[in-house]
């Protein structure tokens, strides 16, 4: 088979131990040179963050995460980092907080070391995300990529399973898009198949042990590999889908993805048959799908669109919106009849194939 792509490798350091973050947050910070340092942990991530921050001197405790970063928090934030003259940003937590962080680093130029507590990936990608007026905009920009990611899967340890579950399924949703998003290429396809290898056998071991490293330290490899994948590809029609029920329905991001995932694959599945064999292999099973709804049935997985504030009323709505930015290489055409059917699907949790 001929070879012909064109892929971008982005540069980061990357951490990777249990236990270690405080070790690897003072050396990443003695490799920048940086003095003002601003931590940015939300309420659920404050405890560890200080942790994590033990003999380093911090400038500015920043706390005020909200999810798909609304503007006027962004703006706050920025505004923090500039009066406090801010040289380096350190965020503890999901993508949430990432998020802040990165958008900061949009305007400022600050780099930022980021440490991860959920599988959301947004830590190895240079996708910034804001929302202002129900509509959320995203775009790249290598300054929103952490120079430095550092993963202690202690910190995922307080993430509880029903969360850890939904946001390592925000992963696998990573590396399955990634396998038909606009700019798939045989590399980011060999990391995303390992993705799903990883967090199809850490998530199990989390869900029977969730305090025990291994699957935690798995599912956190994974989530790396699904982003920086994810990164490299761009976004496929799971994450267009996903983007808008997030954006303009106020959806939480990880169980969104969690539920949409099946439909999207099924719909594209049998239109892509050589990326989903591999991922039937991946996940260990005869067909893609198939290995899908076994993980997620193992793993109680999310089942239903109307579970998370979601109704029929504003689908007609979400089609519009999708519609428009339908990825050109998406494997099967998307109309506003097949997608209104994914839709109507996902929302009640019916059989996806
Ligand atoms: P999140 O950061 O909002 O975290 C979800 C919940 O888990 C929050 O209540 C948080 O406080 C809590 N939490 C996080 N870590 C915890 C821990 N270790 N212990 C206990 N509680 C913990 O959600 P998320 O799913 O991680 O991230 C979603 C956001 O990230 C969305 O806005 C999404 O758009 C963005 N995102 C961006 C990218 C990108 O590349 N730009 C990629 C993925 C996600």
């Known amino acids: ?61 920043h706390s005020d995460v909200v999810m798909h970063v609304p503007l006027a928090s962004a703006e706050n934030a920025r505004a923090v980092a500039a009066k406090r003259d801010i040289d380096v940003l350190v965020c503890v937590g999901g993508g949430s907080a990432t998020g802040l962080a990165k958008a900061i680093a949009l305007t400022m130029g600050i780099p930022i070391i980021a440490i991860p507590t959920t599988y959301a990936g947004s830590e190895a990608t240079n996708v910034w995300g804001l929302t202002e007026d129900s509509r959320k905009t995203t775009g790249v ?17 307080s993430l509880p399973v029903e969360m850890s579950i939904a946001s390592g399924l925000n992963g696998l949703a990573h590396c399955i898009d990634s396998l038909w998003a606009p700019r798939a290429d045989p590399i980011n396809a060999a990391l995303a198949l390992e993705g799903i290898r990883a967090l199809a056998a850490g998530l199990p071991k989390i869900m029977n042990n969730p305090q025990g490293i291994s699957g935690r330290d798995e599912a956190l490899y994974g989530a790396y590999l699904a982003a920086v994948s994810f990164a490299s590809a761009g976004s496929g029609l799971h994450h267009k889908i996903c983007h808008v029920l997030g954006g303009t329905f106020n959806l939480p991001h990880a169980q969104t993805h969690a539920t949409v995932l099946p439909y999207v694959l099924a719909f594209n599945a ?19 799908l198939e290995g899908l709804q076994k993980l997620r049935t193992q793993l109680k997985a999310p089942q239903k669109l109307t579970d998370y504030g979601f109704s029929a009323a504003g689908i007609p709505e979400a089609v519009s919106i999708i519609l428009e930015n339908i990825p050109a290489n998406n494997p099967r055409p998307v109309t506003a009849e097949n997608l209104t059917e994914l839709l109507e699907k996902a929302l009640v949790g019916a059989e996806p194939a």
């Not at 920009?141 to 340890?157: A, M, Q």
């Open 270 to 288: 049998p239109f892509a048959p050589e990326v989903e064999k591999r991922a039937a292999t991946a996940l260990g099973s005869s067909t893609a």
């Open 141 to 157: 920009d290598n300054k929103v990529l952490p120079t430095v990611v550092i993963y202690d899967s202690e910190l995922t340890l």
């Open 1 to 61: 088979m001929a070879l012909n792509f064109d892929h971008h490798t982005l540069g980061q350091r990357v951490y990777f131990g249990a236990g270690r973050a405080n070790e690897y947050l003072k050396a990443a910070l003695k490799d920048l040179d940086s003095k003002k340092v601003m931590v940015i942990a939300s309420g659920s991530a404050l405890r560890a963050a200080q942790e994590i921050a033990a003999g380093v001197e911090v400038a500015v405790w």
